[in-house]
């Protein structure tokens, strides 16, 4: 088995892949977070649908970035990623029968469990490309997020979308500083200076 996920895949064009996947998924998550705040917060539906929407981007996101960087079966950190998501979908869906506090239970145990397998990726591809130490403090971070999230769960604030939205603002802006690194060093790369 090959060690990196992207060891079968040429350097550049696994940065350009990843590049673009990251400057997708800053915009996907900052808008979630823009319509969370100014949309959502005060439409319990609309606010329904996001969050259990969240998580299931989430999975459809590492299923697709898996199969482009060689499969699940050479990812496993992802497909462990992406079943999690899929259950946290089903229990978001699920606490939103019973409450606010529940729901944010579970994307709390959500983001400690999603933040370990992202900082496990981003380690199998330490050498294969670049802007992975981003990587690993969004997923360190996503982790820490997840026990602050379990405690206020068990607070007595009511909860609600605006108390996820800090969670995905974080990841946006870890995904934008990622993007923007693969561009630059990819210019770097190609820049007459870098070719001679």
Not at 57 to 75: C, P, V
Not at 90 to 108: E, P
């Amino acid at each position: 088995m090959t060690p990196y996920p992207n060891a079968h895949i040429p350097a550049r064009s696994a940065s350009g892949w990843l590049r673009n996947y990251y400057f997708i998924r800053f915009a996907v998550s900052a808008l979630w977070v823009a319509a969370a705040l100014l949309v959502a917060r005060d439409k319990p539906t609309w606010a329904a649908v996001m969050l259990v929407g969240y998580p299931a981007w989430d999975a459809l996101a590492n299923f697709i970035d898996a199969r482009r960087s060689g499969g699940l079966g050479r990812n496993k950190s992802q497909m462990l990623n992406l079943g999690v998501s899929l259950l946290t979908t089903l229990a978001v869906a699920a606490a939103l029968g019973t409450s606010m506090n529940d729901v944010l239970l579970v994307f709390g145990i959500w983001a400690g469990f999603s933040g370990i397998f992202q900082l496990a990726t981003a380690v199998r591809r330490w050498r294969s490309v670049g802007a992975q130490w981003v990587m690993i403090l969004s997923g360190a971070q996503s982790a820490l997020a997840g026990v602050f999230m379990v405690g206020r769960a068990y607070g007595p604030d009511p909860a609600g979308i605006a108390s996820v939205a800090p969670y995905a603002a974080f990841g946006a802006f870890y995904f934008l500083v990622s993007a923007i690194w693969l561009t630059v060093a990819e210019f770097r790369q190609g820049s007459p200076r870098a070719a001679g």
